[in-house]
């Protein structure tokens, strides 16, 4: 009897931990993958500045300006995630 207990209290444990586990491993991908893209920013926000200008050096450096506000914002939430994923695992 005791044996039937201590198993279901193991299972138990086991099913319960998984999830909380697959929430910090997705949360620390999503952070990596954050700072890794984090330069497309700047190329993504240039070009949909140029596409819509009319005066082309303007465009240029208000892309530029704003994509490297945007890639700076997401570095450090990525950075975030990255250093904070561990600390949900033990919270929960």
Known sequence: MKRIVSILI???VVALAVPSFADTVSKLQ???KDVIMSPLQVSDNVKAETANAKFLP????GGFLKGTFYMAKQ???GTLD???SPLEMIHK
């Open 75 to 77: 570095i450090v939430t």
């Open 58 to 61: 303007f465009a240029l450096a």
């Open 82 to 84: 990255v250093v904070t």
């Open 10 to 12: 193991a299972v138990a």
């Open 30 to 32: 999503g952070g990596v």
